[in-house]
């Protein structure tokens, strides 16, 4: 789950707040499009179309229309997303087919109408909690992983350097202090752990190669149909570390809803399975740096998701949500402590 902008990302400058649509808003909005069944794969069903709501994420409220279409509506300002919904559209249009949604078309608001919507085919399955995550399971979303980064198109993306954890860390850090000095202070009690970690860690990452990346890829944002993991919310794809992806799976560091608890035997179970598919694909990886740098994107992603539960739990109305995102830090928190000794 990540939290915080990219240097580069694509970036909306109108602040306004989208249109927030209800079902009847969407069918509407559905009916006004019918050409966007036929890119979604579908003939236009006949009636009016039938909506019901997916779910709320970080960004968006989902809604699903029978027989299948994703439309995609921001709740928050269209220039806080990390990467523009037209941008997104295109990396979808980028990944191997079978991976993930079909995209279908964005709109982004203008100041005569604030209506922004990405659509998409509806990509079956289902979100299984982090404890359903079998041994079997694994491996088949290491192996859609691996298909996504030899197969996915990077072409006219920007390309990153070698990445730096060390640089990295001190970028995050920085960021929370400027933006969230209350939240940021979370941070400082392991911060000298956590940076020697990035430290030694350093030269398996002179070996990354990098791919096109989901960004974001922790268990809430991997739907499972018949024992086939596939991608969604690709709000954080890029070009980057394929270990990134691995990583976001889980490990010593986990937290429901997003991040497993696996033993050090499924971690490297699943890396090579990954390892395997890369191998079959005719794109091999070196195994050793591949966990070491699945080890510290964990690192970093579980440490510096902390001051962003903080913040949401200090903002949440729901006592549910304030206690699901509490318990969250907490259990990051006692891990971390645990991991870095």
Avoid: K
């Avoid at 100041?111 to 909690?129: F, M, R």
């Avoid at 941070?187 to 990035?198: F, Q």
């Avoid at 010593?252 to 090579?272: I, M, N, S």
């Amino acid at each position: 789950m990540a939290t915080h902008g990219r240097d580069g990302a694509p970036c909306d400058d109108r602040a306004v707040l989208p249109t927030q649509l209800d079902a009847e808003g969407v069918a509407d909005l559905v009916d006004a499009h019918p050409g966007w069944w036929a890119t979604a794969g579908y003939a236009v069903p006949p009636g009016r179309p039938q909506v019901r709501l997916l779910g709320r994420g970080e960004s968006c409220v989902v809604w699903s229309v029978e027989p299948g279409l994703a439309v995609r509506v921001p709740h928050r300002p269209v220039h806080e997303l990390p990467l523009s919904l037209e941008a997104e559209l295109d990396l979808l249009a980028r990944v191997p087919d079978g991976l993930a949604a079909r995209p279908v078309a964005a709109r982004t608001p203008t100041e005569d109408d604030p209506t922004a919507y990405l659509v998409s085919s509806l990509v079956p399955g289902e979100v299984l909690a982090p404890a359903a995550w079998t041994d079997a399971l694994l491996a088949a979303l290491a192996r859609t992983l691996a298909r996504l980064h030899v197969g996915g198109r990077t072409d006219g993306l920007p390309a990153p350097g070698t990445p730096d954890p060390v640089a990295a860390a001190h970028a995050a850090r920085d960021w929370w202090r400027e933006h969230e000095p209350g939240a940021a202070t979370v941070l400082e009690p392991l911060w000298p752990a956590v940076l020697r970690r990035m430290e030694q860690a350093l030269p398996a990452f002179a070996s990354a190669e990098p791919a096109l990346v989901h960004g974001d890829a922790c268990l809430s944002n991997v739907v499972v149909d018949g024992g086939v993991p596939r991608l969604i919310d690709w709000e954080w794809g890029h070009v980057g570390d394929p270990a990134r992806d691995l990583a976001f799976g889980g490990g010593p560091l986990h937290a429901d809803p997003w991040y497993a608890a696996l033993t050090g035997r499924q971690v490297r179970a699943q890396a090579r399975a990954y390892a395997d598919e890369r191998e079959r694909l005719g794109a091999p990886v070196d195994l050793g740096p591949l966990l070491v740098r699945r080890e510290v994107h964990l690192l970093h992603e579980t440490y510096f998701i902390r001051p962003h539960l903080h913040r949401v739990a200090a903002a949440a109305t729901d006592p549910g949500r304030r206690a699901t995102y509490l318990e969250a830090a907490a259990q990051l928190r006692d891990g971390l402590e645990r991991w870095l000794g």
